[in-house]
């Protein structure tokens, strides 16, 4: 009954769009899409305490959130207004709408280390957008060379970007500087399952979301050392400082594989989550990590040093794509 009061109480207070706490630009927070309402919901993230912050109107058919490394922007793909919202998460303000007749259903993407690029994929275009952060212009698209593109990730120099199709078996590589795709390397069928460099950036994760895997990518030549099986549907991958690997399975997998040893698959656990997990995000020290749960409208929280659900509780309709923004020490509030 508790439980049940607590779930009445959290949605209630978090029916309004106007800030519910105070926070500053030093505090961590945790930003959710909602598709279905068409909101960005912000959290102050305290480790596994989430307190509601503000919802911040979005565009229709929102699914993807991204965050600038400085921890200042957030970019939300809009996929039916061909659209992106930008949110300055100092003011938790909108600041701009970036539309472009190039910008054909944007969906997944990435912000540069110097968080001055944004690259975003255009699946109806087999295209990735490439947007001036500082204008908010679309400067260019770069071919890609596969079917439907979803997901991307930089490689730690920042000189290629990895992108997952959603057809085929084969994730592809571009050369940033030449713009254009160089090879592609097979690891499963429908890779789109979400990608995740090793921390000493040697070994890049890629998921396939029909072929149940995740591939072990050597970056230095290219070569798959070991495909591994996952639960049904990794959705979304992410790697901790310690170098464990977070697969996100979502469909009737509903489960975050906390996997200890990407060669061995020793120290293996699954955690259960909500129905339909589909956006996945990680704390600073990668101790607690945050599962959206668009079938049952749920977020949960996962202690992952234990292997173990901590809460899961009702966040509003269909929550797809989850972001962390890490807190920015010696920053002033509004910063």
Known sequence: MKAVVRLIVTLALFSA???????????????VVHRESKELAIFKADG????????????NAAREVYVSPDGRRAYVSNGKDKSITVVDLANLDTIAT????????????????DSKTVYVTLPLKNEVAVIDAATNKVTKTI?????????????????QMYVGFNKGDSIGVIDLTGAKPVHYIKTGDEPRGGFAFTP?????????????????????NGDVKRIMGVPFSPQRIEMTPKGEALVLSGGQGH????????????KTTAVPVGKAAWGLAQNEDGTIAYSSNYADGTLTIIDVTNHKVLDTFAVGKDPNGVAYRPARRGTQSGN
Do not use: C, F, W
């Not at 706490?21 to 945790?30: E, P």
């Not at 307190?51 to 109107?57: D, E, F, L, Q, S």
């Open 48 to 59: 596994p305490k989430l307190t509601p912050v503000k919802k911040i109107p979005v565009g």
């Open 200 to 220: 000493d950036g040697k070994i890049l994760l890629s998921g396939a979301v029909e072929g149940d895997t995740v591939a072990v990518v050597d970056t230095t």
């Open 143 to 159: 071919p890609t060379g596969g079917d439907a593109p979803r997901r991307i990730i930089l490689s730690p120099d920042g000189k």
């Open 255 to 266: 489960s975050l594989t906390v996997i200890g040893n990407i060669y061995s698959h020793d």
């Open 98 to 113: 970036i539309k472009d007749p190039l910008l054909d259903s944007p969906d997944g993407g990435i912000v540069s280390a």
């Open 17 to 31: 769009s106007t800030a519910l706490a105070q926070i500053t630009a030093a505090d961590a927070l945790l930003l």
